[in-house]
């Protein structure tokens, strides 16, 4: 059993940043997890944010959201981290992180096994 619990959404006006974390915990959890995040915005599918491998050091990105999004994870408290910063109102949606029972980052939802309630994030222009 794997547990996911995410937090740090919120209201911010446009330009701003936000942190989410999300604590991963569990008999079965393990550090090689690939952990990745995504986003569902109202009416729309759930989106490929960024992933990141714990045992590859690796991070990979939605195409839109380089350079504004940033994935890290501190494993002494299997916490990853996602950064947003310039946030727009398109922003705007529900925000997941989920695990993976292997290394390696996918950017399909259907690959990843494990999934938290998610946390909401509102972006007012």
């Known amino acids: 059993q794997v547990q996911l619990i995410e937090s740090g959404g919120g209201l911010v006006q446009a330009g701003g940043s936000l942190r989410l974390s999300c604590a991963a915990s569990?008999?079965?959890?393990?550090?090689?997890?690939?952990m990745g995040w995504f986003r569902r915005a109202p009416g729309k599918e759930r989106e490929f944010v960024g992933a990141i491998s714990w045992i590859y050091l690796n991070t990979y990105y939605a195409d839109s959201l380089k350079g504004r999004f940033t994935v890290s994870r501190e494993n002494a408290k299997n916490t990853v981290y996602l950064q947003m910063n310039n946030l727009k109102p398109e922003d705007t949606a529900v925000y997941y992180c989920?695990?993976?029972?292997?290394?390696?980052?996918?950017?399909?939802?259907?690959?990843?096994?494990?999934w938290g309630q998610g946390t909401q994030v509102t972006i007012s222009s």
């Open positions: 569990g008999r079965t959890f393990s550090k090689t997890y690939a």
């Open positions: 989920a695990a993976r029972r292997s290394s390696v980052v996918h950017t399909s939802p259907d690959e990843y096994d494990y």
